[in-house]
């Protein structure tokens, strides 16, 4: 009897599939981000999507029909249809029942877009491809994430919207653990996704060297591979196996393209003077010591810093520089700045030569040695300034004199932000307590995948203000954007790093694209339970705590 009761319980279920595939299914704009207005049109008939609409863009523009072709590769992965992209001739009138592609003047912001929808067309307007590639994105948020409908039913109306802040970026670290193309390119498609339009990727630091350097090739002969790696939290064991990894320049460029194609710059980001164990290990003559050094299998900051008073060192930045100019197109390149002791420095005689040279003193609030990174990042700006680039750097640049030009990225806390802002320096904000994304999202942290400690949930995500109140306006223009970080010592893995960012990411985006006036906790998360529809679709592997009952913690955080 179960079984037969199974057998029509099947049945119906069947019967059913069969009828709503034959029906029309409706779309929503009410998607992550939430965009700046949103318009409906209640007495106009929707416009009815299938399988034979035609997506239309300029003729002779390469970029549009790119987006052309993007959104017709969205389209067909939630509903099957096979969407034609055709040029349209200055000039013609597009024909009925097709989606265009335009740009526009009236459009002021750069990333604005302005789509609109009637019975007969939907026209995405954007005053460069970029906008209307945010437009895209929208339209594809706003359909089924997965549908056997037999056409789509797009709410007459407008959208009009662009973003917030013209910096939108997401952080990866792979030289604590290495993560190969083809997650770089997924990782780069979930900013597309979530409207971000800067990928920074962490590339160098003590526990390993990534990018290939052709003048400097025992960075990667030797600096790219750990020979052990610690178990735990430092625990002091090891498990005694060979850990490495690093991108061609050839595949560097390949993730460049793929990001410009997607209207995203990567920064790349190699950090200096400190976290170089790696580069020590490969050249030891570069360290105030002369080593042995080995490529870090731990975690934390290390005494062991490149040697700021040999020349060689400097003749060794810029030619890193030099090829990661050449392989990067992006305005920025971040050199870091953190997290760099000052012991060695202390007691090397040609660091301290160096001082005198160049008559650094210290007074109430930095020491000589603080002045002598100041003069190392100032010297590598300079360089960099001069090839049309600017440095990024972590808000420990300020511990001194800060270079001229520096941007300057806020991560422990928002006080290096706003003193930046105030001496005229423009700022991302990246708070640990907001946006660190390797830490852990619930505090029962017995059933969460092993991190590194910390506690952000969804919502403290979504609760950050990147302009903090005591800025005057003129000094909060200063306040390009957010960004979230993840740093992977405890990430291994590619589904691990998905969990950790996912959907915190989405809770970001809201607050890099849209006006916090329009921004409610409550709203976002219905909104996002339909975008985690798009995340099953396309098998990401996310947290799913902000969509469970509060429960009681069984364990605090770290």
């Given at each position: 009897?179960r079984?037969?009761?199974?057998i029509?319980?099947a049945?119906?279920?069947?019967?059913?599939m069969?009828?709503?595939?034959?029906?029309?299914?409706?779309?929503?704009?009410?998607?992550?981000?939430?965009?700046?207005?949103v318009?409906?049109?209640?007495?106009?008939?929707p416009?009815?999507?299938?399988?034979?609409t035609?997506?239309?863009?300029?003729?002779?523009?390469d970029l549009?029909?790119?987006?052309?072709?993007?959104?017709?590769?969205?389209?067909?992965?939630a509903?099957?249809?096979?969407?034609?992209?055709?040029?349209?001739?200055?000039?013609?009138?597009?024909?009925?029942h097709?989606?265009?592609?335009?740009l526009?003047?009236?459009?002021?912001?750069?990333?604005?877009?302005?789509l609109?929808?009637?019975?007969?067309?939907?026209?995405?307007?954007?005053?460069t491809?970029?906008?209307?590639?945010?437009?895209?994105?929208?339209?594809?948020?706003?359909?089924?994430?997965?549908?056997?409908?037999?056409?789509?039913?797009?709410?007459?109306?407008?959208i009009?919207?662009e973003?917030r802040?013209?910096?939108?970026?997401?952080?990866?670290?792979?030289?604590?653990?290495?993560?190969?193309?083809?997650?770089?390119?997924?990782?780069?498609?979930?900013?597309?996704?979530?409207?971000?339009?800067?990928f920074?990727?962490?590339?160098?630091?003590?526990?390993?060297?990534?990018?290939?350097?052709?003048?400097?090739?025992?960075?990667?002969?030797?600096?790219?591979?750990?020979?052990?790696?610690?178990?735990?939290?430092?625990?002091?064991?090891?498990d005694?196996?060979?850990?490495?990894?690093?991108?061609?320049?050839?595949?560097?460029?390949e993730i460049?393209?793929y990001?410009?194609?997607?209207?995203?710059?990567?920064?790349?980001?190699?950090?200096?003077?400190?976290h170089?164990l790696a580069?020590?290990?490969?050249?030891?003559?570069l360290?105030?010591t002369?080593?042995?050094?080995e490529?870090?299998?731990e975690?934390?900051?290390?005494?062991?810093?490149?040697?700021?008073?040999?020349d060689?060192?400097?003749?060794?930045?810029?030619?890193?520089?030099?090829?990661?100019?050449?392989?990067?197109?992006?305005?920025?390149?971040h050199i870091?700045?953190?997290?760099?002791?000052?012991t060695r420095?202390?007691a090397?005689?040609?660091?301290?030569?160096?001082?005198?040279?160049?008559?650094?003193?210290?007074?109430?609030?930095?020491?000589?040695e603080?002045?002598?990174?100041?003069?190392?990042?100032?010297?590598?700006?300079?360089?960099?300034?001069?090839?049309g680039?600017?440095?990024?750097g972590?808000?420990?640049?300020?511990?001194?004199?800060?270079?001229?030009?520096?941007?300057?990225m806020s991560?422990?806390?928002?006080?290096?932000?706003?003193?930046?802002?105030?001496?005229?320096?423009?700022?991302?904000?990246v708070?640990?307590?907001?946006?660190?994304?390797d830490?852990y999202?619930?505090?029962?942290?017995?059933?969460?995948?092993?991190g590194?400690?910390?506690?952000?949930p969804?919502?403290?995500?979504?609760?950050?203000?990147?302009?903090?109140?005591?800025?005057?306006?003129?000094e909060?223009?200063?306040?390009l954007?957010?960004?979230?970080?993840?740093?992977?010592e405890?990430?291994?893995?590619?589904?691990?790093?998905?969990?950790?960012?996912?959907?915190?990411?989405a809770?970001?985006?809201?607050?890099?694209?849209?006006?916090?006036?329009k921004?409610?906790?409550?709203?976002?998360?219905?909104?996002l339970?339909?975008?985690?529809?798009?995340?099953?679709?396309?098998?990401?592997?996310?947290?799913?705590?902000?969509?469970?009952?509060?429960?009681?913690?069984?364990a605090?955080?770290n």
């Amino acid at each position: 009897m179960r079984k037969l009761n199974q057998i029509v319980l099947a049945g119906l279920a069947a019967l059913t599939m069969a009828s709503c595939a034959g029906q029309d299914t409706e779309a929503n704009y009410q998607v992550v981000p939430l965009p700046q207005e949103v318009s409906l049109n209640t007495d106009e008939a929707p416009f009815r999507l299938t399988g034979s609409t035609r997506i239309v863009y300029p003729e002779g523009n390469d970029l549009l029909k790119r987006d052309a072709e993007f959104l017709a590769q969205y389209i067909g992965q939630a509903t099957g249809f096979a969407l034609q992209t055709q040029p349209l001739a200055q000039g013609k009138e597009p024909a009925k029942h097709s989606i265009v592609l335009e740009l526009s003047d009236d459009i002021d912001n750069p990333e604005g877009y302005e789509l609109e929808v009637d019975a007969d067309q939907v026209t995405i307007e954007g005053q460069t491809a970029n906008g209307v590639f945010y437009g895209i994105q929208t339209l594809r948020k706003a359909i089924p994430a997965q549908t056997t409908a037999s056409g789509i039913l797009l709410p007459a109306g407008t959208i009009k919207d662009e973003p917030r802040f013209s910096y939108r970026g997401l952080h990866l670290d792979v030289s604590r653990h290495f993560f190969p193309i083809s997650f770089v390119k997924e990782y780069i498609d979930l900013l597309a996704l979530h409207n971000m339009n800067t990928f920074h990727w962490h590339l160098t630091d003590d526990q390993g060297w990534r990018i290939e350097i052709k003048r400097y090739p025992r960075l990667t002969e030797v600096g790219s591979t750990r020979q052990r790696t610690v178990i735990g939290k430092n625990s002091g064991e090891y498990d005694n196996t060979p850990y490495g990894g690093f991108y061609t320049q050839d595949e560097a460029r390949e993730i460049v393209e793929y990001a410009r194609e997607r209207y995203i710059d990567v920064i790349p980001e190699v950090d200096l003077p400190g976290h170089m164990l790696a580069a020590l290990a490969a050249y030891p003559e570069l360290g105030c010591t002369g080593g042995p050094y080995e490529v870090c299998p731990e975690w934390g900051i290390f005494d062991d810093v490149l040697c700021m008073g040999n020349d060689k060192t400097f003749e060794f930045l810029e030619g890193v520089m030099e090829e990661i100019v050449d392989i990067f197109p992006s305005h920025y390149i971040h050199i870091g700045g953190d997290e760099c002791p000052r012991t060695r420095w202390e007691a090397c005689p040609k660091c301290q030569a160096r001082i005198r040279q160049l008559g650094l003193k210290a007074d109430k609030e930095h020491s000589a040695e603080d002045r002598l990174q100041s003069y190392c990042m100032a010297r590598i700006e300079r360089f960099l300034n001069e090839r049309g680039r600017q440095i990024i750097g972590w808000d420990e640049i300020l511990d001194g004199d800060v270079a001229p030009n520096a941007t300057v990225m806020s991560w422990r806390g928002m006080e290096g932000g706003i003193k930046a802002a105030k001496l005229g320096h423009d700022v991302i904000m990246v708070p640990t307590s907001y946006a660190y994304l390797d830490y852990y999202q619930s505090k029962d942290t017995e059933n969460e995948p092993f991190g590194i400690g910390g506690y952000v949930p969804v919502e403290k995500v979504y609760s950050l203000e990147p302009v903090p109140a005591e800025l005057t306006p003129e000094e909060a223009k200063h306040i390009l954007g957010a960004q979230a970080n993840l740093w992977t010592e405890y990430i291994l893995t590619p589904e691990h790093a998905e969990y950790m960012i996912l959907p915190r990411i989405a809770a970001l985006s809201e607050v890099q694209w849209t006006q916090p006036d329009k921004k409610n906790y409550a709203d976002f998360i219905q909104r996002l339970t339909r975008l985690a529809k798009l995340y099953d679709r396309m098998g990401l592997n996310y947290a799913k705590h902000v969509f469970q009952p509060a429960q009681e913690p069984q364990a605090e955080a770290n």
